[in-house]
């Protein structure tokens, strides 16, 4: 029912179900429940209101700081990567000069170059 009337404003409270109801929905799906204007149930419910308000400003900090633990291993996490590469092209420049140096020292090249 609440669907329907989504756009009907919302002018009172039904405790037992605990939400906001319209004048229709208040006369005719709540006539027999303990239905109060909006702002007596709002003001009923402000410790609770507040008290969650501060556990999600809590949970937003708490979020903020992994998000920032998530940058700082980001960035930690693309250094050593390139840490990784630059070592593994080194490495393989090595291993390229070690071949030339070998290559260059060996007597069966020295022979073949005769033969050809």
């Given at each position: 029912m609440?669907?329907?009337?989504?756009?009907?404003?919302?002018?009172?409270?039904?405790?037992?179900?605990?939400?906001?109801?319209?004048?229709?929905c208040a006369l005719h799906g709540h006539n027999d429940h303990d239905v109060s204007s909006l702002a007596d149930g709002l003001e009923r419910h402000r410790a609770t209101f507040d008290a969650l308000l501060d556990d999600c400003r809590t949970r937003v900090d708490i979020i903020r700081q992994q998000l920032a633990l998530a940058d700082a291993f980001?960035?930690?996490?693309?250094?050593?990567?390139?840490?990784?590469?630059?070592?593994?092209?080194?490495?393989?420049?090595?291993?390229?000069?070690r071949e030339r140096e070998l290559l260059q020292g060996s007597p069966w090249l020295t022979c073949m170059h005769y033969v050809n």
């Open positions: 609440f669907n329907r009337l989504v756009l009907r404003a919302c002018r009172f409270y039904c405790e037992p179900c605990e939400q906001c109801v319209c004048v229709l980001k960035t930690s996490l693309s250094a050593a990567e390139d840490h990784i590469r630059h070592a593994a092209i080194d490495a393989i420049a090595g291993v390229r000069q």
